[in-house]
């Protein structure tokens, strides 16, 4: 038997008399702004329609944490719909030992109060943090609240059970870990970092263990336990999803372009140079595992980017050789420049149909900016070549640069437009961008004086509104994002979808992303709260906003012009290009 087998056998038989309970969940946040999109989710944000993602590290997390011994409980009050006291009772019924507990910038605040609640009442359950904006600043949580950890980095699933073997076994700490001096409940390694509390003022009240290292080797993880972590609550209410019972599914920590400047996770839990993947063996096999234990009829990866190259390949000729790829349909993140004609080929082959592409904007300094290592005309070439393969892309877009005047942004909703107008973009969604704390452009932020707020006022980045200076007033950037949302609102598009129709799956998907479509507008509404459906000004806007599309602007007919002579230029030159080569 493996060493670590017998590891685990011995620690599961020293649990079994008094198990240790670790729970894993999301209090509820009750709040007129709408669902916080804080699980697996990057940029946090309030919806008015529902949606709820399935967190795949947490559920990792406590699949592990089971397979190791331990008595593990879900408790995501947010997916489940639970009253804030609701919540806490049955926390406090399940009695937990250990409770984990992800958290982002926005709801930090909101969380040490619920700390503080969950201590109140289970006074003897250790508390530990995660995610993006503890491992940014571990070390503000521990002096404003009473929770006992904060793991630091991306791999929390796995530092989780560490953890939980050190506070049972007496096993030495793993690095990433900060906690308290008074702490009797573990031994602090003798290369611990020992640090003051810089508001009381109190000597060496914290220590981390140690230097982070992400270096787990994920083939190691078990399959997600889908029972244990409630599945079912994150099947049905999300717009990636046309075919349900649908998931989630994570091929590899985060992104392995892993450079955009606003993204928290490339710059704080899975930084440069931290990207890992599954294989594709190992991957396949639990999507094998979830279609036939589980009927899922779609899964959408969720890593930053799915691999590409020969893995990429090779998990396309697994679903097509083994029947699979004609059983499930499959979703992922790409970037635009990925990826040529005969793997998108390979892709649409392999049954995959939703791909989500971050465009951001139309502008190449934008995109130069935010370092994304793009050119504006691989937009429309990425999404081409994705839509000839029978793929449905799918746009993330930003408006609210400081850089970025009114018609620039108008230049982004027009090529927006232009692509839904060709038929090479099928969905696509609109948002603010935010600087989170932790990412260089934050950082940027502070140094040019960019912060419409107070730095520390981390409620202000929930993306109701911009929190950067823009070069227009901030009712112009929400009509617009309004404006950007609504963009697919062309006759053609209409026409097209219309065409496409072939079940009632088609219906009720399209009825479900009109439904989506007027909760992103509700989004951006100027009221920014779900009281907005009682405001007569919000109805009358809608169509304002949905049929301003329908006659093409000035603005659209240079746009295109613009974006075709780009292409014919472009094509020139490389046909140029291939001559000089031959």
Request: with cysteine; glycine share 6%; hydrophobic share 35%.
């Amino acid at each position: 038997m493996p060493k670590s087998k017998v590891v685990n056998k011995v620690k599961r038989s020293r649990r079994k008399d008094t198990p240790f309970k670790i729970a894993i969940g999301y209090p509820p946040i009750e709040t007129s702004k709408g669902v916080p999109l804080l699980s697996q989710n990057r940029q946090f944000q309030y919806f008015n329609a529902k949606t709820y993602i399935y967190p795949m590290v947490p559920a990792y997390a406590a699949s592990l944490a089971q397979e190791r011994g331990y008595k593990v409980g879900w408790f995501d009050g947010i997916a489940a719909e639970m009253s804030y006291k609701l919540w806490l009772e049955s926390l406090a019924n399940f009695k937990p030992d250990l409770f984990m507990l992800e958290t982002k910038a926005p709801v930090i605040k909101a969380h040490w109060k619920i700390i503080n609640d969950i201590k109140a009442s289970l006074p003897n359950c250790k508390i530990v943090l995660v995610g993006d904006h503890v491992t940014y600043k571990p070390q503000e949580s521990l002096e404003n609240c009473n929770v006992d950890y904060i793991i630091t980095g991306g791999d929390y699933d796995f530092a989780l059970s560490d953890l939980a073997d050190t506070l049972t076994l007496g096993t030495p700490l793993v690095g990433g870990i900060w906690g308290r001096v008074s702490d009797t409940n573990v031994q602090v390694p003798k290369l611990a970092k020992y640090i003051d509390n810089s508001i009381t003022g109190v000597k060496k009240e914290f220590w981390v263990s140690g230097p982070l290292k992400l270096t787990h080797d994920l083939d190691s993880l078990p399959f997600v336990d889908r029972d244990l972590t409630q599945w079912k609550l994150y099947a049905y209410a999300n717009g990636n999803y046309k075919y349900t019972p649908a998931t989630y599914m994570y091929s590899g920590r985060d992104c392995w372009y892993n450079r955009c400047t606003f993204c928290v996770w490339d710059h704080t839990i899975n930084p440069i140079g931290s990207y890992r993947r599954f294989s594709p063996e190992r991957y396949f096999a639990e999507i094998k595992h979830l279609v036939d234990n589980y009927g899922v009829k779609e899964i959408f990866d969720d890593a930053g980017t799915l691999f590409i190259g020969p893995p990429l390949k090779k998990l396309c000729n697994l679903l097509i050789d083994s029947g699979y790829s004609k059983k499930v349909v499959l979703g992922c993140n790409m970037r635009l420049n990925a990826l040529n004609q005969e793997y998108y080929d390979l892709m649409a082959q392999a049954n995959f149909r939703f791909i989500l592409f971050g465009m951001e904007s139309a502008n190449q300094i934008t995109l130069d900016k935010l370092d994304k290592g793009m050119m504006v005309h691989e937009i429309e070439s990425g999404v081409r070549m994705a839509k000839k393969a029978g793929l449905e892309p799918h746009l993330t877009i930003m408006l609210g640069y400081p850089w970025e005047s009114y018609e620039d942004a108008k230049e982004t909703i027009a090529l927006t437009k232009h692509l839904f107008k060709k038929g090479y973009v099928d969905t696509h969604q609109a948002t603010i961008v935010i600087p989170y704390p932790g990412t260089p452009l934050y950082k940027q932020c502070v140094e040019n004086n960019w912060l419409v707020c107070d730095p520390l006022d981390y409620e202000a980045f929930d993306m109701r509104g911009p929190v950067m200076k823009i070069p227009f007033s901030n009712e112009q950037l929400l009509a617009l994002t309004q404006e950007l949302y609504s963009s697919f609102f062309t006759p053609s598009y209409i026409l097209r979808k219309i065409k496409t129709i072939r079940s009632v799956d088609d219906v009720k998907y399209y009825a479900y992303c009109g439904w989506k479509i007027f909760g992103h507008l509700l989004d951006f509404d100027e009221s920014q709260t779900t009281n907005s459906l009682t405001n007569i000004n919000y109805w009358l806007n809608i169509p304002k906003r949905l049929f301003s599309h329908l006659i093409p602007n000035k603005r659209d007919l240079e746009v295109e012009s613009k974006i075709s002579s780009s292409i014919k230029t472009r094509q020139i030159y490389l046909d140029n290009i291939t001559k000089i080569i031959k």
